[in-house]
């Protein structure tokens, strides 16, 4: 038996089911683990919106003294089997890497939620959460940020598709901030937008992005027929395609949260049947596939956009990143040319038929950022649509797939999620404004440098105990006015 005492900090408000079931169980899990353990429930008793860093800041100013090291754990966790190891740690670890709403895979490689283990010199180093985020959002992503500024360990890891063959120098088009181009489509190209049709890129969106602060939401437009068809990437950190029904309404299919890395990007749409699908790096996205619940609308013959949604609307939201190619089918590929096409990170030519892919007549649209002349994109399918850059810099950088990043050591803990009403994404956008104000804080203030971790945390904390309590023996219990 360990002789390290662990603290379970639970932050809590209006789920008495789930505390009901939460605090035996755990309780159960742990003593059966052989593992010293006290819980402390943090309730926060007002009405503002809930902020999930401050009341586990609060527990752990009040209780730092009765533990050697802490859990931050969700009242609607539950730990499975034999699979969550909650002892003694030396680092900041993450235990809550295969939830069962989200078929038990990981979030998305830099989640930090759930559950989350933490020495005390650690979190004291970082200044613990900040007590800015309110409602839900954002805390999370902002703890990781302290503890790569703060220089905690964390593991390196290589994430992605890797291989020695997966990386090269390219020519690239580089997007910045007023970047398109414009795509003047034949009849063929126009056509192929009434069927069915695929669309592929290679492609960089840069994370590095300034939102929008009197809007609800951000998107950066990738390719756009207007009025049609869009494929962009979002403030969520998603590439997001979407059509157009004939009520007017978008239907859409999102990619999975993305780090900053190259990205295979595959698109598909199946007019008879209605159904889009979305692939990333060889792989459909966890949302795929959507099937529209209406007839796409029949699209006009109009200019085709990269990097914006239309140049002379006036509008800021253009594409940074950077692309190194487009192609165009007027058919859905299957996921098997799609996955031949990706080739383990060595793209293949989508010009020459293989085994595994035999569609090249039915390619009507493809450029590559290596040929450019006179400001102008070489379509090398047999269409030679003519597709005119502005303000869009050629340069060669060296690109590959997968990526090295500073994630949470984890362990692979499965957990259940008792249900609940979710409060946080309706697709691409938040239910909630107050998400929208911790996603713009975030963005906008924290990743710039704008906010000083020593003066948002441990250290600025403010609270009043409006009651006390214990339960199950030592296990306590705390209300707090934040």
């Known amino acids: 038996m360990q002789k390290q005492k662990l603290g379970i900090l639970v932050p809590y408000r209006n789920r008495e089911d789930h505390l009901k079931y939460f605090v035996p169980t755990i309780k159960e899990y742990l003593n059966d683990k052989g593992i010293q353990n006290s819980i402390y429930i943090i309730e926060q008793g007002n009405k503002k919106p809930f902020n999930r860093g ?147 890129l290679l492609l960089y969106p840069s994370h590095d992005l300034i939102l929008n602060e009197t809007s609800t939401y951000d998107e950066y437009f990738i390719l756009s027929k207007k009025h049609y068809f869009n494929l962009s990437f979002t403030s969520g950190l998603q590439l997001k395609a979407s059509i157009v029904d004939k009520n007017g309404k978008e239907w859409m299919v999102l990619s999975p949260r993305l780090a900053e890395q190259w990205i295979h990007y595959v698109f598909t749409y199946d007019k008879k049947s209605g159904i889009m699908r979305s692939f990333v790096n060889g792989v459909e996205s966890s949302t795929s596939p959507v099937v529209m619940g209406g007839i796409s609308i029949s699209p006009a013959k109009s200019f085709m956009y990269m990097g914006c949604d239309d140049p002379f609307t006036g509008k800021t939201n253009n594409f940074k990143g950077y692309i190194n190619q487009t192609s165009i089918w007027n058919k859905d590929l299957k996921w098997r040319e799609i996955k031949s096409l990706f080739n383990n990170g060595n793209i293949s030519d989508p010009l020459i038929n293989t085994q595994s892919y035999n569609s090249v007549e039915n390619l009507v649209y493809h450029v590559n950022a290596e040929f450019v002349n006179d400001k102008k994109l070489t379509d090398y399918s047999e269409f030679n649509t003519e597709s005119i850059l502005s303000d869009v810099i050629q340069k060669n950088i060296n690109v590959k797939f997968g990526y090295l990043s500073l994630i949470p050591y984890r362990r692979d803990g499965k957990f259940t999620c008792l249900e609940h009403q979710e409060s946080g994404w309706d697709n691409s956008k938040y239910k909630d404004f107050n998400s929208r104000e911790n996603q713009l804080r975030f963005f906008n203030k924290v990743k710039r440098n704008l906010v000083d971790m020593k003066n948002d945390g441990l250290s600025t904390l403010d609270y009043k105990t409006l009651q006390t309590d214990t339960f199950m023996g030592e296990n306590k219990y705390v209300k707090v006015d934040i």
């Open 54 to 200: 401050k009341l586990l800041n609060v527990g752990y100013e009040l209780f730092k003294d009765e533990c050697d090291y802490f859990c931050f754990h969700d009242v609607d966790l539950i730990p499975q089997e034999d699979s969550c190891d909650y002892s003694v740690v030396h680092r900041p670890t993450h235990l809550a890497s295969r939830l069962s709403k989200f078929n038990y895979q990981l979030v998305y490689d830099e989640y930090f939620g759930g559950v989350t283990l933490f020495t005390k010199n650690h979190f004291e180093l970082i200044n613990g959460f900040s007590n800015e985020y309110w409602g839900w959002g954002y805390e999370d992503d902002d703890i990781l940020y302290r503890c790569r500024k703060r220089g905690v360990p964390l593991s390196e890891n290589r994430l992605g598709k890797y291989s020695k063959l997966s990386q090269e120098n390219k020519m690239v088009l580089q997007f910045i901030d007023k970047s398109y181009i414009k795509v003047i489509p034949d009849q063929v190209l126009s056509d192929t937008f009434k069927d069915s049709f695929t669309i592929q």
